[in-house]
């Protein structure tokens, strides 16, 4: 375990308050995009399922082919697998896409909807989301709402206008309350540039502050998530703020140790309630 991770981690309240972050769901979502291998499926998801907690759930989101394998060898771990994308329409003649019910009969109880790179690559638009986020809810799957500025709205100060609008949208969908929102700044994502824990914190207080104009009870409940440039050696910072409850990890997921160092200052993070001796336990045996 890194040191300046735990140093990070010591820096909380060790004796802090349950509350609603608390309560709150907390999870570590590694997105593989179109990369990995059956290979890699078959080393990761071992190693994986040894280091779960009960504490945070750790979900992998595979490329699609490789769906039925890590089924398989999921089965009977606490590691959760996820989609990367999901059609709007339950079924019909959509060559090439699949659609909630298809990943609910896989096992799948999450999947990612409306990622940044589906909306600037294929053009999908609020209302799709929203209507992918709908069909997800219908299979009984969580879906999991990505919401982010660009550059250009950020240098324009257009970051919160932005987000309302996408989250106006997922509210149109009856089971909006169970969702889990992903916040991912467009300008973060694969440029080794992340937003600062503090920045992310600021951003994640007005989602909630927005959803809770709504529905005061269920945004202090909603998971949230920070996604962009998520590593080892930063999740820790974005894991210790209040309003944060995971993170969605890109290219560091599909490096094993990189995403279970990840995911323990994640579990670290999750027990900052603790007191410190228990905290430095723990950092040993992760270490």
Not at 106 to 116: D, P
Not at 162 to 187: C, F, G, K, S
Not at 220 to 237: Q, R, T
Request: hydrophobic letters at 45%.
């Amino acid at each position: 375990m890194n040191a300046a991770i735990l140093r990070q981690l010591l820096k909380a309240d060790p004796y802090a308050q349950v509350d609603d972050a608390a309560e709150r769901q907390k999870l570590v979502v590694g997105n593989w995009k179109m990369h990995g291998s059956l290979a890699l499926c078959r080393e990761a998801i071992p190693a994986l399922a040894r280091s779960v907690s009960p504490e945070v759930q750790l979900v992998l989101c595979p490329p699609a082919p490789f769906l039925g394998e890590v089924a398989r060898l999921a089965q009977g771990t606490a590691v959760q697998y996820s989609g990367q994308d999901v059609a709007e329409q339950q079924s019909g003649a959509r060559t090439g896409e699949w659609s909630a019910g298809m990943l609910a009969e896989l096992g799948c109880r999450y999947t990612l909807v409306g990622h940044s790179e589906r909306r600037q690559h294929h053009y999908e638009d609020d209302a799709l989301i929203a209507a992918k986020a709908r069909a997800c809810q219908d299979a009984g799957i969580t879906p999991i709402v990505c919401i982010g500025e660009s550059e250009a709205e950020r240098e324009r100060g257009e970051t919160a206008q932005v987000l309302y609008n996408q989250l106006d949208w997922l509210m149109t969908t009856p089971l909006w309350r169970q969702a889990i929102v992903a916040y991912e700044p467009r300008w973060a994502i694969g440029t080794n540039h992340p937003a600062t824990p503090e920045l992310a914190q600021q951003t994640h207080a007005l989602i909630r502050a927005y959803l809770a104009q709504t529905d005061a009870v269920a945004a202090a409940k909603i998971p949230l998530l920070y996604g962009g440039s998520v590593k080892a050696d930063n999740a820790a910072g974005f894991m210790a703020m209040p309003d944060i409850d995971g993170v969605l990890v890109g290219g560091a997921s599909l490096d094993t140790a990189s995403f279970l160092e990840i995911y323990a200052s994640a579990v670290l993070c999750g027990s900052e309630h603790r007191p410190v001796q228990q905290l430095a336990q723990l950092a040993r045996m992760v270490a």
